[in-house]
């Protein structure tokens, strides 16, 4: 069983920066992709970035490119977000996802686990 755990959520204001962390536990960290997803009120999850096993290998939704970076610590077992230049569209529960195989899904099917999600807010 694996247990993810995301931080770093909050308030920030328009073209403000946030970085979220996700912890985990509970299988081979550095064999799996990870990924990070979002959802807002009334909107399905998306994908917004994804990372490969080692790290060689990164992808972004269109909405987020030039602004979001993901990283991975497989020493840690940690992924990263870096989010900068906010919008107040990119307002959602963001979700970090351990992933089912070795390389990027942009699909909710290709992450076998979920962390509970944090809130990011941004205003206007």
């Known amino acids: 069983q694996v247990q993810l755990a995301e931080s770093g959520g909050g308030l920030v204001q328009a073209g403000g920066s946030l970085r979220l962390s996700c912890a985990a536990s509970?299988?081979?960290?550095?064999?799996?992709?990870m990924g990070w997803f979002r959802q807002a009120p009334g909107k399905e999850r998306e994908f917004v970035a994804g990372?490969?096993?080692?790290?060689?290998?990164?992808r972004y939704a269109e909405a987020v490119k030039g602004r979001f970076a993901i990283a991975r610590d497989n020493a840690k077992n940690t992924v990263d977000l870096q989010m900068n230049s906010l919008k107040s569209e990119d307002t959602a529960i963001y979700y970090c996802?351990?992933?089912?195989?070795?390389?990027?899904?942009?699909?909710?099917?290709?992450?076998?686990?979920w962390g509970q999600g944090t809130q990011v807010t941004v205003s206007s």
């Open positions: 996802a351990f992933g089912s195989v070795s390389w990027i899904s942009p699909e909710l099917s290709g992450y076998d686990y």
């Open positions: 509970g299988r081979t960290f550095s064999r799996y992709a």
């Open positions: 990372i490969s096993w080692s790290g060689g290998s990164t």
